[in-house]
């Protein structure tokens, strides 16, 4: 089968990321969408460079790297053609939902490795974030979170030192952090999260061992007490062929009329 037209994709030449990774992102995200199907030829080296305005050794590299992600095979002769890719059947899947539910489930069926835990002073956006003033101590710990031996989350988390007493001593690398505060006392209540698209910097990439630039979820979070005062703030970056948010639904009819209501996955709601 031929390649399908694409809409050309400008490349932005101050992101800081290296051209060769922006094309690996399109190109993976023309694959993740279905537009390139398994068995379509790839645009080849020449095709890139026409589409992209880029150098031979450019476009050269971005083919080469989606190869070495498995996405495509690259054949002499044949050219570059999509291979069969699923998500492995071992990802993580977490409602939108269950937070707390999520947190216990990922604590048993993951392991963590704590790269660092230290007191530093809170900028402001920490300091709004948690409500406390500028400059304020408070505890940062980072930690990646594997599944079946396999980088899956890198995690940054951000407790006032007040909190953060009541469980020093604490293995992070065992219990989730939410648990221990919970089982430390701390009523936990709510939390406001959001969640986006990100691409991993140096620092990341090299913790859950993917390219620069690579796309990831990104998973900000904001934790609250009874008292409503915030006691944990979390982002979370997660490689999205190893995590996925999952939420079932039921048609049911409202004031308003027929419309959706979410309810949480079986799996998580016996926890």
């Known amino acids: 089968m031929s390649m399908p037209q694409t809409t050309p994709m400008p490349l932005d030449t101050t992101s800081g990321m290296p051209l060769y990774r922006q094309i690996v992102v399109i190109l993976t995200n023309r694959l ?16 890139v460079c026409a589409e992209f305005g880029v150098s031979r050794i450019t476009a050269r590299r971005a083919l080469n790297e989606l190869a070495a992600m498995g996405r495509v095979v690259r054949e ?35 392991t ?14 920490v300091a709004e974030m948690l409500e406390l003033e500028e400059g304020a101590v408070v505890q940062r710990a980072v930690r990646v979170r594997a599944l079946a031996d396999a980088p899956m989350s890198y995690l940054v988390t951000i407790v006032p030192k007040q909190i953060a007493t009541q469980i020093e001593g604490q293995d ?4 989730p952090l939410l648990l221990l505060l919970e089982e430390a006392g701390v009523q936990v209540a709510s939390a406001t999260q959001t969640i986006s698209a990100t691409v991993a910097d140096a620092e990341v990439a090299h913790a859950l061992t993917v390219p620069a630039g690579s796309p990831l979820i990104e ?8 008292d409503n005062r915030p006691v944990e703030m979390i982002r979370v970056l997660y490689r999205p062929e190893l995590y996925r948010f999952e939420i079932t639904m039921r048609r049911v ?3 308003t009329g027929r419309t959706w209501e979410s309810e949480a996955p079986d799996h998580l709601r016996s926890l």
């Open 172 to 175: 992070l690398s065992r219990t």
């Open 219 to 226: 998973v900000n979070r904001l934790v609250r007490d009874a």
């Open 32 to 47: 993740n969408a279905g537009t390139l199907r398994p068995g379509d030829v790839v645009p080849g080296e020449a095709a």
């Open 112 to 125: 963590v490795k704590v790269l660092e835990t230290r007191n530093i002073p809170a900028t402001a956006e």
């Open 76 to 110: 002499r002769g044949k050219g570059t053609r999509v291979l069969p890719f699923e998500a492995s059947p071992a990802a993580m899947k977490a409602s939108l939902d269950g937070l707390l539910e999520n947190v216990g489930h990922m604590g048993r069926v993951t």
């Open 253 to 255: 009819t409202a004031e």
